[in-house]
């Protein structure tokens, strides 16, 4: 198993700056960030240009990797993609089949993306329109020979307060996906810092949707109780925050453990969203680093 990193925490530095520190600080792989290069969402950035990405930048990226031994795990790109506006949905399966061809080009084998929701729809009629939206999505995957890695995020509140943004966030809702799209070309990039504060156990995930787990990550989930007193857990936010592994109150060693067990023998990819660690790209860094040395006790 592999060590890695989300480079979204890096919003505005280079790629060909990103690799090589990425390789002295112990790190085997990365996961790039592909939003558009116009984007202000939070915890999102764009380390490579897939709009205008040509074959002579996919054989300079290949090479900046391969001279620091590293590997992309994945191309990530989390948007909503059943947005009730037919013109922001198009825009972002648009940008999506870019990412899926950069991907294609790179011969990386990951592509992770959110299914998303339309807040008019119901979840079960949410999951029949994710459908009808993902199967071209997935041909055009096969295609390229990549597979679709989907992020279980709830996104609360993302597009109306009380409701969660992402319908893929639960093992029910995966399941009524999953009946309908093949094991080997949609799966999850497994993140376990949300399935903890959804009261989901992160290791039975991982034994029950072993053949689906593409690609995981690894972020750290902080039960803070005297908010959830004040708040409650309805709305689904504000009683907890991310950490860097080690930080909160996942039981990462049966995580990890369990992973090598189902036989899952790729990268754990650190997701960066710990407020402590924030602010610049040096503390950002520092959190990196932090993190991958608490990891490293876990992996061989």
């Not at 902080?222 to 908010?227: D, M, N, W």
């Amino acid at each position: 198993m592999k060590l890695g990193f989300l480079t979204a925490c890096l919003r505005g530095a280079p790629l060909e700056e990103i690799v090589p520190w990425a390789a002295e600080s112990g790190f085997q792989a990365l996961e790039l960030a592909c939003w558009p290069m116009q984007n202000e969402r939070d915890y999102s950035s764009s380390t490579l240009d897939v709009s205008n990405f040509t074959p002579a930048r996919a054989d300079e990226v290949k090479a900046l990797f391969a001279q620091h031994n590293m590997e992309i795990s994945c191309l990530t790109y989390c948007d909503n993609n059943l947005a009730p506006d037919p013109g922001v949905r198009q825009h972002h399966l648009d940008h999506l089949g870019k990412v899926i061809d950069a991907a294609g080009a790179l011969g990386v084998r990951n592509v992770s993306t959110f299914v998303g929701r339309d807040p008019s729809l119901t979840e079960a009629e949410n999951v029949e329109e994710a459908i009808k939206v993902f199967t071209p999505i997935l041909e055009h995957a096969a295609d390229k020979g990549v597979h679709i890695a989907i992020e279980n995020c709830p996104m609360p509140g993302w597009q109306f307060e009380g409701l969660a943004g992402n319908i893929a966030y639960s093992p029910k809702l995966w399941d009524a996906l999953f009946e309908h799209f093949p094991a080997d070309v949609f799966g999850l990039n497994l993140d376990p810092s949300h399935l903890w504060w959804l009261g989901i156990d992160p290791v039975k995930v991982v034994r029950d949707y072993a053949e689906r787990i593409f690609h995981v990550h690894a972020k750290d989930t902080e039960i803070l109780p005297e908010k959830r007193e004040q708040i409650g857990i309805l709305i689904g936010r504000g009683w907890w925050r991310y950490r860097m592994p080690g930080l909160g109150e996942i039981p990462w060693a049966r995580f990890i453990s369990t992973l090598n067990e189902v036989g899952y023998d790729y990268v754990l990819s650190i997701e960066h969203e710990d407020p402590v660690w924030e602010g610049s790209h040096e503390k950002v860094k520092q959190g990196l680093v932090l993190g991958r040395r608490f990891l490293s006790q876990f992996v061989i």
